[in-house]
């Protein structure tokens, strides 16, 4: 994916928000502007690896099924994720678990943001020597 917007009614909370969540997976804001703040790299020619998010304000948001996950290397952050999300705004909407019926390994945290859109935080990594399966 190259990059993705998601539509916030408050965008004063979703930027507290956002910056906490994303900022434990290692996604800093590098734009802020009076609709609208960004996450992550944006892509170029010479470099195009990355994903980047927008955070677009409207006056209002109609929540829907869609979601949008966040890959993470480690199964510490999936859990840093979710506690910086319900500390700063979010919503529990599935916890933190193993989710086996995706594959073996597959861990997340599902949230709602303040606008209540879906957010997951995944890493599919096998647990470490010393990470108890939950």
């Known amino acids: 994916m190259d990059h993705v917007s998601i539509t916030v009614d408050d965008l004063e909370a979703a930027v507290a928000f956002y910056d906490a969540v994303l900022g434990t997976l290692g996604h800093a804001r590098v ?72 594959h073996a390994s597959y861990y997340s945290a599902f949230v709602l943001d303040p606008a209540g859109n879906r957010i997951e935080a995944v890493c599919h990594r096998a647990p470490t020597a010393g990470q108890a399966r939950r």
């Open 31 to 102: 734009y802020r502007r009076e609709t609208a703040a960004g996450y992550g790299v944006r892509n170029s020619a010479e470099d195009d690896g990355h994903t980047y998010l927008s955070i677009i304000a409207l006056r209002a948001v109609q929540p829907d099924d869609r979601h949008w996950a966040f890959r993470t290397d480690s199964r510490a952050n999936v859990d840093r994720f979710y506690t910086a999300a319900l500390a700063s705004g979010g919503r529990d909407d599935g916890g933190v678990a193993e989710r086996p019926g995706y």
